[in-house]
Every structure is written in structure tokens, then in C-alpha cells.
């Protein structure tokens, strides 16, 4: 039971890790969301449509003759005579350019046939920003088969922080620094920016990039111009779901899984044995009673993972959460050696068992899987239940994070408890990881679907066994002379 160390954040991770947030009552904060008055757009929902002419070229042309493109419209827009203030090179922007301007940043767009195939899937969208103008310029039909085209252009700039998406973003900045829009605070800046990617060191250059043009899409309210979402709506009725099978599980042999349906059933046989030497009397003894009870729970828990097939299904990760949580108790208990936190722990089961039979006893209609005669006789097993309290709260006044403490487990408590959580409680996120698969076709912002049964999950035998194996350990601490374990690696000769 002794404290594991925690692995380092990993190499290249770009997240906040759990100290980094910021604590507000119950809720964990992001250092992000602590920045005020910091206006939220979505690149996918939102900003990505508006690059879609970027996204193109990128896709299709390869990355130097897209980067040629840029230059040229930058160049372009560098030798008009009056250069509007407002100048943008999105889609909705180019919409909204003097017909003069709008001119001149389209024919630097379509300057070769190979330029307006390129930019040919525009026209299949309905509601393109200045469509007339962009049909002028590329004078061609669209095709069905640039459908795929499109699709590439969006697989392509995807990512925000991709080198793609960070290019498309940059043709932007670009341009408003040339049109005198936005103003960089060193001619440093200024040189980098003109001679991305060729200039500076590209791990800062292109988050100022991102963050320069994510702030000119806050100020210039970019996100409500509609375009976006008549973009998608198009793709959703234009285009077929795609469902991106989930991964699914193959069936592992038992030296893989770390244990058989026989190696369970021996070492409960084993658990047997020993209680049977172990005990000191036929009286209650808390203690006794309660680990070994949570010791064979816990196998025959394993067992029904293992037997019935349920350890890639939803009820493996809540027969996980049911590990973790005897776990926790029997080595918080173990932890304590306080025989009246024993009987504490059995008074409150067996003050649920009552409060479970007063309820059901005045129900008109009880839930066929609960037997009323052998729960009021759980009730009063150990005394006449008229003088059994019950504990409305935790059994110890406390929380499994508390005990998790207390026992030294708290690690186990993160790796196991948050996520087999939410499948006990039917989370959102359990639902999504179980019932949902995603939409392969990029052009439904890669969506949810319903399954038609639930996903194969990641398998959960060999957390249980561990759990289990740990279990068995206790018992051993307890009552020496039991080294018997279920996983396959760490079983003694029987």
C-alpha cells in the first residue's frame, strides 16, 4: 500500500495540468478562463469556414505554392492606391471588400487555371460570401466530385494549431499588417511576420501568429457574420454520415488478461479455507467478517467480469468502481486498526439494509429484484433492527477521497475513481464513450452518432485484477498465510 510516484506531465503536452487550475468552491477553474473579459470562439464552429479558400490551395497545391499565393495577395493588396482599414481576407471579409479592392484580391486568387480548379469547390456552397464575384473570377461549374475537395481543405486545416491552420491564419495577419490595420509593437516582429516561415524561431513565431489572428476574430466580431453555420448546415444536408466504426477489442487469451475463470474460482476456494482457520469463535467479529466478505466480493465481482464477458462493457468500469471503493475501504480500515471503525463499517450496512426494508415495506409496489423477507432478515442479523441506527451520511463522516487520504492510496483514487465514476452515475462522458461513435465525413464538424449497440470498451481485467490482488494483499496483512493472488504472473504454486 505503499505511495506510487506520479509520472511527469508528459513530452509535448499542451494542457494545463490539474495544479495549474484554480479552485472555486467545488469547481476546478482553467488558468484560461481566469482571463477577463476574454471572448470565446470556436476555430471548428466558427472560424475554420472562413479559411476555406486557404484550406483549399494548402490541400490541393502543397504548402510553397500556397505560400507563393499569400505573398502575392499581400503584394497585391501593398500596391493599391487607397488600402481600406478594415481589409480582411476571410471569406466573410473579402465579402464585405469595395467592389475595386474585392478585384484585385480575387484576381491575385485566380491568377492560373490551375488556381480557380483549385478554388472550384467554393461554388457548390450556397451561401458563399460575394459568390457572384467568386463565380466571375473562377468561371467554372462546379463539380460533385469537388465535394472531396472540400472535405480535404477542412481534414487539412482542422487543427487550429496546426502548421496548415497556422498558415492560413498568417495570410490574415499578413494582410492587415500590410492594410495598416494592425500595427506589431517591433519592425523584429514585423520582419518575422513578412518572412514566415523562413525567419525566427517558429515555436514563437507562430503562437503569436494564432494568438494575434484569434484576437482579430474577437474585435472584429468575426464569429457572428452567419457564413460559418449556413457552411455546415449545407455540409449536414449535402453530404452523408460517415461512421468511424469504434475500435474494437479483440478477444484476448487468458495469460494477456492476467487470469482465468479457474484461477478466480481456486483462490476463492483458497479465501475459504483461510477464514475457516482464522476464526476464533462463531460470535460477530467485525473485522473478520467484514475483510474476508470484501475479499470474496471483490472475486466474485472479477469472476462475473471474466465469465460473463462484461469486462469490455459498461458494467466492467462500474464492477471496477466497485474494486476501487473496497479497496480503499478495507485498507483505510486496515490502516485505522481500530476495531470499533470495523463495526462501524458493518453497523451502517446493516442500518441500510433496515432503512432499505422500511421503505419497501411501505411501498405499494417493491422492485421485483429486492426479496423484502431477506433483507428485513439482514436487518436483524445482529440485533433486533428497533435498536439499529442509521447513518444517513458516509459510514466514517467522511468521503472515499478522504479515506483515499488516509490510507495513503490517494493516487489510486485518481486513476481509478474519476472516470469509472461517471459510468456508475451515467455521465455525459460515459454515454458519449459507450453509446456514441464519430462521424468520419470532416465536413459534419466530425459529429456524434448513436450506435447501434453499445461500444466494446478498453478492457478492464487487468485494473481488476490489480485491484483484486491488492484486496488479497490486506488479507494477508490481516491474517498471515495467505500469498494467493488471481493475476496470472504473480500466482504461487496451489
Known amino acids: 500500500m505503499s505511495k506510487k510516484k506520479k509520472n511527469p506531465k508528459r513530452a509535448g503536452s499542451r494542457h494545463s495540468t490539474v495544479g495549474q487550475h484554480t479552485r472555486q468552491g467545488k469547481s476546478l477553474i482553467p488558468p484560461m478562463s481566469t482571463i477577463p473579459n476574454l471572448p470565446l470562439t470556436s476555430w471548428l464552429d466558427q472560424r475554420l469556414p472562413e479559411f476555406l479558400w486557404a484550406g483549399l ?5 502543397g ?7 499569400f505573398r502575392g495577395v499581400a503584394l497585391a493588396v501593398h500596391g493599391l492606391a487607397s488600402i481600406p482599414k478594415t481589409l480582411d481576407v476571410t471569406q466573410t471579409g473579402i465579402s464585405a471588400l469595395p467592389q475595386s479592392v474585392q478585384s484585385v484580391v480575387l484576381t491575385a486568387l485566380t ?5 480557380k480548379r483549385t478554388l472550384r469547390p467554393l461554388l457548390l456552397l450556397e451561401d458563399l460570401p460575394a459568390r457572384n464575384a467568386w463565380e466571375n473570377a473562377i468561371g467554372l461549374q462546379p463539380e460533385e466530385d469537388d465535394w472531396m475537395d472540400l472535405r480535404d481543405a477542412v481534414i487539412c486545416i482542422l487543427d487550429p494549431q496546426s502548421e496548415a491552420a497556422t498558415d492560413s491564419r498568417w495570410v490574415r495577419v499578413l494582410v492587415k499588417v500590410v492594410a495598416g490595420e494592425l500595427v506589431l509593437p517591433s519592425q523584429e516582429l514585423v520582419e518575422e511576420l513578412k518572412d514566415y ?8 513565431v507562430r503562437p503569436m501568429i494564432r494568438a494575434t489572428e484569434g484576437a482579430l476574430s474577437a474585435a472584429t466580431g468575426l464569429a457572428s ?3 460559418a453555420e449556413a457552411f455546415w448546415q449545407q455540409c449536414w444536408r449535402d453530404t452523408q454520415c460517415e461512421p468511424w466504426g469504434h475500435s474494437k477489442t479483440e478477444t484476448m487469451n487468458a495469460s494477456s488478461v492476467g487470469t482465468t475463470v479457474e484461477t478466480i474460482r481456486e483462490v476463492q476456494r483458497r479465501l475459504v479455507e483461510h477464514s475457516m482457520t482464522t476464526a476464533t469463535s462463531t460470535g460477530l467479529d467485525a473485522q473478520h467478517d467484514s475483510s474476508f466478505g470484501m475479499a470474496a466480493y471483490s472475486l466474485s465481482i472479477l469472476g462475473e467480469l471474466v465469465l460473463f464477458g462484461n469486462s469490455s462493457s459498461i458494467l466492467g468500469r462500474m464492477g471496477l468502481r466497485s474494486l476501487l471503493e473496497v479497496y480503499l475501504t478495507i485498507a483505510y480500515l486496515t490502516a485505522q486498526r481500530d476495531p470499533h471503525k470495523w463495526q462501524e463499517y458493518r453497523t451502517y450496512g446493516v442500518g441500510q439494509a433496515k432503512l432499505t426494508f422500511l421503505k419497501l ?6 422492485p421485483p429484484f429486492a426479496n423484502l423477507e431477506t433483507i428485513e432478515a439482514f436487518a436483524n442479523e445482529d440485533m433486533w433492527h428497533e435498536f439499529v441506527p442509521i447513518n444517513l451520511g458516509h459510514w466514517d463522516n467522511s468521503n472515499l477521497r478522504n479515506i483515499s487520504i488516509e490510507a495513503n492510496l490517494k493516487d489510486i483514487y485518481d486513476r481509478y475513481y474519476p472516470w469509472t465514476s461517471g459510468f456508475v452515475h451515467g455521465s455525459w462522458a460515459a454515454a458519449r464513450a459507450s453509446c456514441f461513435q464519430m462521424c468520419a465525413n470532416p465536413l459534419h464538424r466530425l459529429h456524434r452518432i448513436l450506435t447501434r449497440s453499445a461500444n466494446t470498451l478498453e478492457d478492464v481485467v487487468e485494473d481488476a485484477c490489480s485491484l483484486t490482488d491488492e484486496i488479497l494483499g490486506v488479507i494477508d496483512q490481516l491474517y498471515p498465510g495467505f500469498p ?8 504461487p504454486s496451489l
Open 63 to 69: 504548402r510553397a505554392s500556397t505560400l507563393t499565393v
Open 57 to 61: 490551395l494548402l490541400a490541393r497545391i
Open 225 to 227: 457574420s452567419g457564413w
Open 111 to 115: 491568377s492560373s487555371c490551375i488556381l
Open 361 to 366: 415495506d411501505e411501498s405499494v409496489s417493491p
Open 484 to 491: 494467493f493472488r488471481v493475476s496470472i504472473t504473480s500466482q
Open 197 to 204: 516561415p523562413l525567419r525566427g524561431d517558429l515555436h514563437k
